[in-house]
């Protein structure tokens, strides 16, 4: 196939011809990005045309003497962000992660890559792979949920789609990037096996799944900046994976050393040159900087961009951007992941003929949420807001809207209406990409940052549930934000909850369909939702110094034996799932689990079908289960399916400290199949290997 690794090492000869052409300010000229975060800040006050961050693709190397291609990146992850109002605006990675759909995230990436085409682009930045050690992270949005396995399908599945297309995909940040405020400054430390069977394996997943390039992270590893990390960038990703890609700094502060750099493993400095350019020249010149190590990146570059090479194809097509079937898949995306958390009496869906009156409470419900406002930021043509998507399931009722700022106004709106509908979380200030106050005038216009004060909603919008859960029975609270959202203080207040995280420019419209019944809602959990988050590990936004626990997520609630109030994996639908008839089994391949699924309700829907393994029987400290395979089975009522999940034994390994190498304990293993990581939620069986 095409743009695989194999395909890309087919370039060698070639590339190689080329770099031995090369003067040795050619090569360090492909190492160097060429766009300024200052000279960017001017253009947009100067030029009105100039409309936001990365609106048209930013180029590095090239040599046209030679036919190298100059590397034109387009960030990500939420769709293409060098939009000006064109791009279609997908839902967050969180909602993607949800919807545990991996054909669609692939199916998402070919979009993408048509998209990033279409502006004359050939690289694209947005494949975040990042493991959020505490939710409060304020680009979690951006990822897809607290769990390895799950990342590194989704994330090699949003690789595959978008090399498939044509475009070179790059995953990021590498590694340990799960704190915003602190990103330029924090040294992240952890155990090996943390680093080995938490943090990483999700970046390995990509590299085996084809990805052509990495991004380093802004933060410390062990003390070494991620962007000059021999031991992440030399080591583990060229020497151990094999990695035959380029790896690309973080954006303008990303390289602080050019010597530590280079030698470090870091192939280009983006977006501009601080530390490559002149200064490289200097240190390959006295040798500071081997030339051995500069042939080393600009053949990575050289090879890459020759097997993506779309000069001479001319398939900028720009009627794809934000084209019919692209805004399908948005919306499929967002009727996939929004996630049914209660719905106490079935309260939901409501039913027709028996609304006539709704009232929709919340400034967020007439807005777009669609995400934070840092360089994820896509602008699409337009965004269905709650509001808009409540009006289009329901044309025929009388739809109201308030602000629920004055409690008083609101109780009497929701005592005569037939149904309550509160929109209520988080936007661009809450969380988001953090950037200071002085950049965030020109860059993006929003703070953003971690969510340091907790991850409840914010006091008003719990008074207003509190005041007005009891007023009407039918109420259901609409939730939008990137990661967990603290429910336990209210959620006994109102009938039904929906997670609908940033849903993207059809979000409103999936909202609509899933509250009125058109669409059975089949999104799950991503993460766990605890009872308390002081049972999430702690973290000091501001450190910096951060460890990392082994444990993070729902692994530590199980290994502390703390039931979750909802359990990773876990969302509801309008029909009823039966799991029965589970058999296990093991080879050299893997551990497999096999059931019945029956959908025993009496409406269409789907179920996600999960499999944990268990460490019970370990001689180590592991985890109690983690996830090791899933899919997505759609079924009407009545209707059984018989489904086997495989978790390879590759996912089953620890990490062994004395010989540094990954292992497999012959031990009778665990296995669980089900519908969410609780005991109650799955049928339990065990396989020795
Ligand atoms: C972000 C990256 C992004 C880059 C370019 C940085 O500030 O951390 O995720 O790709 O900017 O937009």
């Known amino acids: 196939m095409k743009y695989t690794k194999d395909y890309r090492l087919g370039f060698t000869g070639k590339a190689q011809h080329i770099l031995d052409q090369l003067t040795l300010e050619e090569k360090v000229h492909l190492m160097s990005g060429r766009m300024s975060l200052e000279q960017e800040m001017r253009n947009q006050q100067e030029d009105p045309d100039n409309l936001h961050y990365n609106y048209v693709p930013y180029p590095a190397g090239g040599i046209e003497r030679l036919g190298v291609p100059e590397l034109r990146f387009c960030d990500g992850p939420r769709g293409v962000v060098c939009s000006r109002g064109k791009s279609t605006c997908f839902p967050v990675p969180m909602l993607r992660g949800a919807s545990f759909d991996v054909e669609l995230e692939e199916k998402i990436g070919r979009a993408i890559a048509s998209e990033i085409l279409a502006y004359g682009g050939n690289y694209f930045g947005g494949v975040c792979i990042n493991l959020p050690y505490n939710p409060g992270w304020g680009r979690s949005q951006e990822t ?3 769990e390895s396995f799950l990342l590194g399908k989704m994330g090699a599945a949003l690789v595959r789609g978008v090399q498939s297309g044509g475009v070179i995909a790059c995953i990021k940040h590498y590694a340990f990037n799960q704190m915003e405020n602190a990103r330029f400054k924090v040294n992240v430390t952890c155990d090996k096996r943390t680093e080995r069977e938490v943090y990483l394996p999700h970046f390995k997943d990509c590299i085996d799944a084809g990805a052509a390039s990495v991004m380093s992270s802004y933060n410390k590893y062990q003390g070494a900046y991620c962007g000059h990390n021999a031991y ?56 500071l900087v081997s030339e051995n190590t500069i042939n080393d990146a600009a053949l990575r570059i050289i090879r890459t961009l020759l097997a993506f090479d779309n000069t001479k194809t001319g398939n900028a097509d720009p009627s794809v951007l934000a084209c019919p079937e692209h805004i399908d898949l948005a919306l499929q995306s967002a009727r996939k992941g929004i996630t049914l958390l209660q719905n106490k009496n079935h309260v939901l869906p409501f039913e027709r003929d028996k609304i006539q009156r709704i009232l929709v409470l919340g400034e967020l419900g007439r807005l777009e949420p669609i995400g934070d406002h840092g360089s994820s930021w896509v602008r699409p043509p337009y965004v269905i807001s709650p509001m808009q998507g409540i009006r289009m399931a329901a044309p025929y009722a009388e739809v109201t809207f308030d602000d629920g700022k004055d409690l008083e106004r609101a109780k009497a709106l929701a005592e005569r209406a037939d149904a309550v509908v509160m929109v209520l979380g988080y936007d661009h200030n809450d969380e988001g990409e953090f950037v200071s106050a002085e950049a965030a005038e020109g860059y993006t216009g929003s703070m953003g940052g971690d969510r340091r004060r907790s991850l409840g909603l914010h006091k008003p919008d719990i008074a207003l549930i509190q005041a007005l859960g009891p007023c009407n029975a039918k109420t259901a609270v609409v939730l939008i934000g990137g990661n967990t959202i603290m429910i336990s203080e209210w959620k ?54 951060q460890f990392y626990d082994y444990y993070h997520g729902y692994t530590r609630l199980d290994n502390a034996g703390i039931q979750p109030l909802l359990p990773f994996g876990f969302g509801l639908s309008y029909t009823r799932f039966a799991f029965s008839d589970a058999e296990f089994g093991g080879d050299d391949e893997g551990i497999t689990a096999t059931c019945t699924v029956t959908n025993s309700g009496e409406r269409e829907g789907a179920e996600v079908v999960q499999m944990y393994v268990g ?29 086997t999940l495989q978790c390879p034994l590759e996912k089953l390994r620890y990490f062994d400290e004395k010989s540094g190498t990954m292992k497999l304990e012959h031990i009778p293993h665990e296995v669980f199949i089900g519908n969410a990581c609780s005991d109650a939620h799955l049928l339990a069986g065990s396989v020795d290997l």
């Open 615 to 643: 460490f019970k029987n370990s001689a180590l400290d592991r985890p109690v289960r983690v996830l090791g395979a899933f899919d997505r089975v759609s079924l009407k009522p009545g209707e059984s399916h018989r489904i």
């Open 492 to 545: 006994d207040e109102v009938s039904a909850i929906l997670m609908a995280y940033y849903p993207g420019m059809e979000g409103g419209r999936a909202l609509g369909e899933i509250l009125f019944g058109a669409i059975n809602p089949s999104g799950k959990l991503p993460f766990v939702l605890p009872e308390n988050e002081r049972d999430l590990p702690q973290v000091d936004w501001d450190a910096d110094e």
């Open 232 to 287: 992440l960038l030399n080591d583990v990703l060229k020497g151990e994976w094999g990695f035959d890609g380029f790896v690309i700094s973080d954006f303008y502060w990303g390289v602080k050393d050019t010597v530590e750099a280079a030698n470090g493993g870091q192939n280009i400095e983006m977006a501009h040159t601080r530390f490559f350019g002149e200064k490289l020249l200097d240190a390959a010149k006295s040798g």
């Open 144 to 146: 897809y949920g607290e």
